[in-house]
């Protein structure tokens, strides 16, 4: 795969998302909950880059086997936990918007386990991810090779 773009032609924009991502890392989150959204969400989207970058850092978290093999198919795997359930339950509403227009029992499943404050931060997650798969994606940003 040969890379179209390089992110550094539009380092403003580039550091802008850089910027979301640094404030998620503090935002209270759980880092591993993030990267198990992040890791769906770039499945969803296909974008090879970042499906290898957050497989690598889930299992630096220390996520099993299981629960990075069975990702794609969470709904009936065990595994998860049932707030991880109700966040990539979100997540794939968010990122499938025009499929789902994100319904109100979405919206009321994922509330039951997430405070306003932690879905908002959830709900940029989710955006933030979308936005760099699409880029990586239209990019042609290849995955890190591996040793």
Known sequence: MTERISFDVAPGARDALRGVERYLAGCGLDQALLELVKLRVSMINGCAF?????????????????????????????GYAPRERAALAWAESLTLVSVTHVP???FAEVSAHFSTKELA???????AINAWNRLCVAFRIAPQVSS
């Open 121 to 127: 931060d959830l709900s940029y997650a989710v955006a």
């Open 50 to 78: 970042c499906v290898d970058m957050h497989w690598r850092r889930l299992r630096e978290l220390g996520a099993s086997e299981a629960q990075l093999y069975g990702l794609s198919a969470w709904r009936d795997q065990r």
């Open 104 to 106: 109100d029992a979405d």
